[in-house]
T-cell receptor, first 114, second 114 residues
């Protein structure tokens, strides 16, 4: 089955700098890759997603890139702000998995220092 | 407003005392699922349902039951809770039709079994 690895586990950046979180997946059939932001004690909230027919997607300060050949995808946050501090999870889903479940990475704790 | 609602949000219970965590969604989604979140283990799927009266095991189903008698509701049942079921639980739902198949999470239920 699908396996998703996420790096780094923690990331500390200065306010205004960029942050990059990377994930690799194992199932080449996976075609949906969402990113979730989870603040302490709250639910995961979708911040951006990408499908396998697209190589890059951008939404204001957030962008996601997908390299299907290498089976990895990355989240890029530019001009980071203290409110970006949270745990970020990547996930992947394969159409071959009848359970329709998302396989999550282990999470990255991002700290933006003011 | 699109919502996935879970209850209770916080619960402390004793070993062996049956409990039910309710989940309801107002988006007419076919797919509903339960995840548990534990430190260092990320989000893991417990059970899922593709439609009314259709349920199946996820990755960590032991000690749990579910039912899907109505499309909007998907309760999680712990017949005889044990301390290793102390966790943060999330219900999630998604449409299975069209291209909009984002997974929406409920606010989470903190369960402690003593």
């Amino acid at each position: 089955g699908e396996n998703v690895e996420q790096h780094p586990s923690t990331l500390s950046v200065q306010e205004g700098d960029s942050a990059v979180i990377k994930c690799t997946y194992s199932d080449s059939a996976s075609n949906y890759f969402p990113w979730y932001k989870q603040e302490l004690g709250k639910r995961p909230q979708l911040i951006i997603d990408i499908r396998s027919n697209v190589g890059e997607k951008k939404d204001q300060r957030i962008a996601v890139t997908l390299n299907k050949t290498a089976k990895h995808f990355s989240l890029h946050i530019t001009e980071t702000q203290p409110e970006d501090s949270a745990v970020y999870f990547c996930a992947a889903r394969s159409p071959l998995d009848s359970s329709y479940k998302l396989i999550f990475g282990s999470g990255t704790r991002l700290l933006v220092r003011p | 407003e699109a919502q996935v609602t879970q209850n209770p949000r916080y619960l402390i219970t004793v070993t062996g005392k049956k409990l039910t965590v309710t989940c309801s969604q107002n988006m007419n989604h076919e797919y509903m699922s339960w995840y548990r979140q534990d430190p260092g283990l990320g989000l893991r799927q417990i059970y899922y349902s593709m439609n009314v009266e259709v349920t199946d095991k996820g990755d960590v189903p032991e000690g749990y039951k579910v039912s899907r008698k109505e499309k909007r509701n998907f309760p999680l049942i712990l017949e005889s809770p044990s301390p290793n079921q102390t966790s943060l639980y999330f219900c999630a739902s998604s449409s299975l039709t069209g291209i909009e198949n984002t997974i929406y999470f409920g606010e989470g239920s903190w369960l402690t079994v003593v």
